[in-house]
């Protein structure tokens, strides 16, 4: 079956480590994006993919580092930088390119808890 | 900037009653419109969507028209299950730097009781 998995589904780290939250799709899609999810604020781009090799920031790109090495991984690492990093993160994809009626599909997301 | 604003939740009702969620947009230009589900501890499934003026986007029994004169694209169903009780996303495609992105609402949460 296609899809997108995210690991892992819960995770806790202390104050002042970097942490690498997985992305991996086999749909077989260009692009790739990972959302911030807090209560009662929707979601908010943190940082996206258009091709292999190339990302941009999104909204709140700060304390967040992406690499998109390979066509379907697209790992989120956050790091001691960002503030308040407890949130649900969700990646998502789509085969991208200049259609604006394109579906984006999501993962099941990561919980992160900072201790 | 172009934006998208809901109805503030929770939206409490009983079985098989009429549901509307409202949804509003501000935009230039005429993007794709969208409603997302999220069930609890899950990620965003697409739910329906409407690519211009009076299209209707419907599926498993909920529906929603593109209404480009009151900027619109509110959330109906005709009667609710308990299975229903998730959270509700509008959402819109912005073109930016080259690329389309989503830009959501905050959400609006459904509880459906028996």
């Known amino acids: 079956d296609g899809g997108i998995t995210q690991s892992p589904k819960y995770l806790f780290r202390k104050e002042g480590q970097n942490v690498t939250l997985s992305c991996e799709q086999n749909?077989?899609?260009?692009?790739m994006y990972w959302y911030r999810q807090d209560p009662g604020q929707g979601l908010r781009l943190i940082y996206y993919s258009q091709i292999v090799n190339d990302f941009q920031k999104g909204d709140i790109a700060e304390g967040y580092s992406v690499s998109r090495e390979k066509k379907e991984s697209f790992p989120l690492t956050v790091t001691s930088a960002q503030k308040n990093p407890t949130a649900f993160y969700l990646c998502?994809?789509?085969?991208?390119?200049?259609?604006?009626?394109?579906?984006?599909?999501f993962g099941p997301g990561t919980r992160l808890t900072v201790l | 900037g172009n934006s998208v604003t809901q109805m503030e939740g929770p939206v409490t009702l009983s079985e098989e009653a009429f549901l509307t969620i409202n949804c509003t947009y501000t935009?230039?230009?005429?993007?794709?419109l969208f409603w997302y589900v999220q069930y609890p501890g899950e990620g965003l499934q697409l739910l329906l969507k409407a690519t211009k003026a009076d299209d209707k986007g419907s599926n498993k029994g909920f529906e929603a028209t593109y209404r480009k004169e009151t900027t619109s694209f509110h959330l109906e169903k005709g009667s609710v299950q308990v299975s229903d009780s998730a959270v509700y996303f509008c959402?819109?495609?912005?073109?930016?730097?080259?690329?389309?992105?989503?830009?959501f609402g905050s959400g609006t949460r459904l509880l459906v009781r028996p």
């Open positions: 935009a230039t230009g005429y993007p794709s």
């Open positions: 749909l077989n899609h260009d692009a």
């Open positions: 959402a819109l495609s912005d073109w930016m730097d080259s690329s389309y992105k989503l830009i």
């Open positions: 998502a994809s789509s085969i991208g390119g200049a259609r604006g009626d394109n579906e984006q599909f």
